[in-house]
T-cell receptor, first 118, second 113 residues
Framework: NAGVMQNPRHLVRRRGQEARLRCSPMKGHSHVYWYRQLPEEGLKFMVYLQKENIIDESGMPKERFSAEFPKEGPSILRIQQVVRGDSAAYFC????????????????FGPGTRLTVL | AQTVTQSQPEMSVQEAETVTLSCTYDTSESDYYLFWYKQPPSRQMILVIRQEAYKQQNATENRFSVNFQKAAKSFSLKISDSQLGDAAMYFCALVLYGNKLVFGAGTILRVKS
């Protein structure tokens, strides 16, 4: 069973360009989460998605950032008009369907995408 | 608001010795999960151990064990027989209703040979 896949692993963009980060969850997992890790910091929640639905986007910046998890294909985190402050490692995690108390338990992480904005 | 605090920015341990990493948290919920994740230089987030709040028994995974004190909201990680491969950043995390993980700031663990 392959783990969570993310691509690309490294992405370099110039200010003003768009960045697209992809995440394929583990087989059988229907929940996807995106986290951002700024240099020398812990991970911060951005968005939680299920197939074709955004469940919680309370951690997403209000502008330039969007996420989707279509019926077919990977989840995409899109950053428009990138700025230097967007440079960070972006992690995707997935978890299996909720089976108890309406709350999932373990999230499994992908290797991350390191975004560098020049 | 839910918070996770790791008060030790950095710890060192001699190879084969035991080390304990501290974590405290704050939540008003009674049912939740707690995790320790390891992040080596590769930056991959690796699940080390998890604890379900409704279980009183402390979780154990080989050389890794936790001391879960629910009333004190404390969740420390003990690593026995430390190995060079244990050197990494360790994050304590709490999962809330709505399924988002809240992470602590991390503790860098250095293992001396």
């Amino acid at each position: 069973n392959a783990g969570v896949m993310q691509n690309p692993r490294h992405l370099v963009r110039r200010r003003g360009q768009e960045a697209r980060l992809r995440c394929s969850p583990m087989k059988g997992h229907s929940h996807v989460y995106w986290y951002r890790q700024l240099p020398e910091e812990g991970l911060k929640f951005m968005v939680y998605l299920q197939k074709e639905n955004i469940i919680d986007e309370s951690g997403m910046p209000k502008e330039r950032f969007s996420a989707e998890f279509p019926k077919e294909g990977p989840s995409i985190l899109r950053i428009q008009q990138v700025v230097r402050g967007d440079s960070a490692a972006y992690f995707c995690a997935s978890s299996p369907p909720i089976i108890r108390t309406g709350r999932t338990d373990t999230q499994y992480f992908g290797p991350g995408t390191r975004l560098t904005v020049l | 608001a839910q918070t996770v605090t790791q008060s030790q920015p950095e710890m060192s341990v001699q190879e084969a010795e035991t080390v304990t990493l501290s974590c405290t948290y704050d939540t008003s919920e009674s049912d939740y999960y707690l995790f320790w994740y390891k992040q080596p230089p590769s930056r991959q987030m690796i699940l080390v151990i998890r604890q379900e709040a409704y279980k009183q028994q402390n979780a154990t995974e080989n050389r890794f064990s936790v001391n879960f004190q629910k009333a004190a909201k404390s969740f420390s990680l003990k690593i026995s027989d430390s190995q060079l491969g244990d050197a990494a950043m360790y994050f304590c995390a709490l999962v809330l209703y709505g399924n988002k993980l809240v992470f602590g700031a991390g503790t860098i663990l250095r293992v001396k040979s």
